[in-house]
Each structure stands twice: as C-alpha cells, then as structure tokens.
C-alpha cells in the first residue's frame, strides 16, 4: 500500500513442507477500509485512465504477479447468473485455468467472492478449507500456494484475482494489503468501462430515435395522403379524370422514395476521416461475434483524413492480425488503438495471448497474410513491427504517413 516498500518474493513467507497441515486462510477487512474514488485515482491513476476493461485487467494482472515474484496470476470476472470466469491470465503453462467457469463457493476463487474477502492456501491440492473441484487443472499448471481477492465496490462483487507459486508458500499480510489495493482500483475501473459504454449505447439509442421519430414524421403523413387519393378514385367515373389522380399519386410516390433515401443516405454517410475508426470498429465486433474473445477499440487520438489506400492498408493490417489472434494466439483480450501523431497515423493490435517465434518468416505458413499486410504499408511509405513474448502476449504495429499520396 501507499507509504509501504515494494514486498519481494521473500515477503511471501517461507515456504512449508508438504506435510504441514495446511488449512485455507481468510482475512477480514476490519483495518483495510475500502478506499474513496479520489484515494483510487491518486495511488493508481494509470488504472482509472483505462476506460478499457481489457487493458485495465491485463495491466492489472501484470501489476499483481509482480508484488512477490509470483509465478502466475489470473483475473476473472463475474458474469450471468453469478458465475465467474477467467478472463485474464499472465505466466501460466498451459491453458487449463483460461477462461474457466467458477460458481460461486467453488474452488478458491469461488470461495473468495462468496466470502468477499481474501482467501489463501499453502497446498492448493491438499488444502480441506477448499473444494477441490478443479485439482485437476490447477495440477497441469503445478501450482501449489495460492492467493484469491475479490474485486468488489460497495458491495458488489466484479471477479477475483489470483496469484499464484509453484511451491508451498504462505502469504504475508503487506503482500495481500497491496493485492486488495489494486482490487479495489480494478473494481473501480470496470465499472467505470461499463459506465461508459452503458452511456454510448443510451447515446446511440437517442439517435436512432431521433432519425425514427424524423422518418415518421415526414414519410406518415405523405403515405396517409396517398392511401386517401387511392380510395377517392373509386368515386371518379371520368378516365381522364383518374389516369390525371394518378399521375399525381406517382409524383407523391416518387417524392416519398427520394426522402426516404435521403435519410438512408444521411445515415450511412459519414466523414472521411471517420472512415478507418468505423471499420476498425466494424471489425472487432465481427471478430467478438465470431470467436467469443473480447475484441476493444481504443481511439487515442482524432483520425485526420486519410486516402483510400491509406485506410485500406491499415484497415487490412488490422484484419490479418485479429485473424493470426483466432488461429494461433489462444488469447483472452485484444485491444486495438488507433493515434495520430508527428505526421503518423498508427495502429497497435495488442493480444495476451502465446508470443509467436520472433524467428519466423512473416511471408512464410500462418503470417503470410501480415506480411503481404506490412509490404502494403511499406508501399505507401510506412512499416509494420511485431512485438512478441510467452509473458504478454503479440503486438502488432503498422503504420503510414497522414498526408496524402497516390491510390494504388
């Protein structure tokens, strides 16, 4: 916590031997008050900045694993009915504990957000205090001390962390103090991302009424004055008469038509320099659909006016990208960003998933899409890099000059 030094690993406790009975530890938050919104953003600003919960748990997750050293740790939210899941996860083996169901009660992480408080083990798999429903999956990634805090706010309870040692180990009081204060900030941090994108949605909606209520009004009444002409040519017995109704009935129908596509044309019109934010957009929800893996887009700065294939290059660089997370990356979150700065327009996908071998050959097997990707961009003045680790996943970089250039 604030004021205290870092705890390194030895701050752990030592580790235990086997045969010690072991039971699972739980803690009360009778000298820990829940710190205030104002405390949260003076002692962990760069969380409540990340409006984005995906990055928010990924920086999260990383910033937990490294207070004692520990081997791994994992982030899960709770979701419908109550139930938890793993969605986040830094220095595991294999991908047993990855996006895992837990109910609540069940297992170490379950029993935490039931009890709401944090809750720790020196032997996972021998430990009475806890159920041992997934002794199976924590065994495939060998760990043995294990650590589960609830992110709650006011009460409510969003998920859990864990952290977690491939040895016996106990825990000490500093380490757990600082893992509950970043708890709370994350708590604090999802909120704020469902906060926002509850009030996007309601922005949305508004416009969608608003065009609604605007075609009404100017499509109804016209509709109504023809259905009216229609019904009094039957009391019209001359056929000069008649074919004069309808012709005046067609230019009605005509001039229907061309307000209605007036107002689809409105609605599906927009700027230039809108262009690349929307369809990178576009992208992450088909990708979201399509693999169930949360896909954020984070625009960090306005988009300037770019060039056809200035938005198509980086547009197909995203693209080949997502499609490299599907196939290969077994990753939890991606995030997309998008900046415009020094002359540059740049795109970062960013996943947290498996690091891909930095010695293969982008034109060569599974990369040949982000390499024809990158020879695009090179053709248009800009580059692409791949950044990539076991620990924190792929990133990729592509991008151009924001001045405009010849179409290709």
């Given amino acids: 916590m604030t004021g205290h030094p870092r705890p390194r690993k030895e701050d752990r406790g030592k580790p235990v031997s086997e045969n010690t009975p072991t039971a699972a530890h739980e803690f009360t938050h009778s000298d820990l008050k829940p710190s205030i919104l104002d405390n949260l953003a003076l002692s962990r600003a760069e969380l409540l900045v990340l409006t984005d919960e995906a990055s928010a748990m990924t920086t999260a997750g990383q910033r937990i694993r490294e207070i004692g050293d520990f081997d791994m740790s994992l982030i899960g939210r709770v979701e419908v009915d109550g139930v938890m899941v793993h969605r986040s996860w830094q220095g595991t083996k294999s991908n047993a504990l990855h996006r895992l169901v837990v109910p609540e009660g069940i297992g170490l992480g ?3 957000i039931m009890l709401q408080q944090p809750v720790w083990v020196r032997d996972y798999l021998s430990d009475p205090g806890i159920t041992h429903d997934f002794d199976a999956l924590v065994e495939q990634e060998s760990l043995r001390g294990m650590l589960a805090v609830p992110m709650a706010y006011e009460g409510h309870v969003l998920g859990a962390m864990y952290v977690g040692t491939r040895e016996y180990s106990s825990f000490g009081d500093r380490v757990i103090a600082e893992i509950q204060s970043i708890a709370e900030t994350a708590a604090v941090t999802l909120l704020s991302a469902q906060r926002a994108a509850t009030q996007t949605e309601l922005a949305l909606e508004a416009e969608r009424k608003r065009l609604a209520e605007a075609l009404h009004d100017s499509v109804s009444p016209v509709l109504f004055r023809i259905g009216a002409e229609l019904q009094s040519l039957r009391a019209l017995a001359d056929a ?3 074919h004069d109704r309808l012709q005046e009935i067609t230019e009605q129908v005509h001039a229907v038509n061309a307000s209605i ?12 320099e809108r262009n690349l934010p929307v369809g990178i957009e576009e992208d992450c929800q088909a990708f979201t659909l399509r693999t169930g893996i949360p896909a954020r887009f984070v625009p960090l700065t306005e988009s300037p006016d770019l060039d056809v294939s200035r ?6 660089l995203v693209r080949e990208a997502l499609v490299n997370v599907e196939k290969h990356a077994d990753a939890s979150t991606v995030v997309v960003s998008l900046s415009a700065r020094s002359g540059k327009v740049t795109v970062v996908i960013s996943d947290d998933g498996r690091g891909v071998d930095g010695t293969d050959d982008p034109m060569r097997g599974s990369q040949l899409g982000l390499g ?4 695009r961009l090179e053709r248009l003045g800009g580059g692409m890099s791949v950044v990539s680790d076991d620990e924190s996943g792929t990133t990729v970089r592509g991008w151009v000059d924001a001045l405009e250039g010849p179409s290709t």
Avoid at 261 to 272: I, K, V
């Fill in 110 to 112: 379950g029993k935490s």
């Fill in 240 to 242: 000069q008469a008649i």
């Fill in 261 to 272: 596509r007036r107002s689809l044309t409105d609605l599906t019109a927009r700027p230039p």
């Fill in 311 to 316: 938005v198509e290059a980086l547009q197909r």
């Fill in 372 to 375: 024809l990707a990158a020879g």
